[in-house]
């Protein structure tokens, strides 16, 4: 009996719920083959489909969990992007991924990539040799400048624009152009998005 080890790395119950729903509909038919869902936040070291939300901004930061996953494994990426980033702007561990847009990509479009995927995972490819696309030399990911870690810091534990410039003894303004310059650094279009990034900081630590 093969057993196929899936990750559902998403906060979205309904998501979570319908994946689950077309895996084991796609496998119920399948002799010798069972299915095991997981949703770890540790490792990715013996999953071999991985499905892994994207929040705003995430694109451009480095994703250890992703980079260590098993080599060959199949990975998804569930986003909310209307056009991705160009290639050179993406973490190398989010090269040689899946994008499936959640906005816009249909039902039958995922069915295709789970049918694909369960069948790349039943009967693995060969690969001795660590992928490129997990090596971090050139990897295009961004970091914050110390002045920007300052202003994120302080969002993160809530505090607003005055406090936090009043803390680090600067005006209202420069603090604003260290917010609008994680913006443009990231991606991020508006607030809400900004709010969603600095609440993966904090679960990163």
Known sequence: MKTINI?????????????????NELTQDRP?????????????????????DLLPGEIHLCN???????PGSSVIILHSYDALPEPDCIV???????F???KSASVAQMRAIIEKALK???????????????????CPHQTLSRSQVAVAHGLIHGFDIGKISAINKVSIKT?????????EKYRLN????????????RERG
């Open 7 to 23: 990750a559902l790395n998403t906060r979205s119950a309904f998501i979570r719920d319908a994946l689950v729903y077309m895996v």
């Open 100 to 102: 499936f847009a959640i």
């Open 190 to 201: 508006n607030n809400h998005d900004f709010f969603q990034f600095m609440n993966l900081l």
């Open 64 to 70: 250890t969990l992703i980079k260590n996953r098993k």
């Open 120 to 138: 790349s995972a039943k009967n693995p490819p060969i690969k001795l040799l660590k992928d490129p696309g997990l090596i971090c030399n050139h």
């Open 175 to 183: 603090t604003t152009y260290h917010k609008s310059k994680i913006m």
């Open 32 to 52: 010798g083959v069972q299915v095991s869902f997981s949703s770890r936040s540790d490792t990715l070291a013996h999953e071999d489909i991985i499905f892994s």
């Open 92 to 98: 190398n561990c989010l090269r040689d991924v899946i």
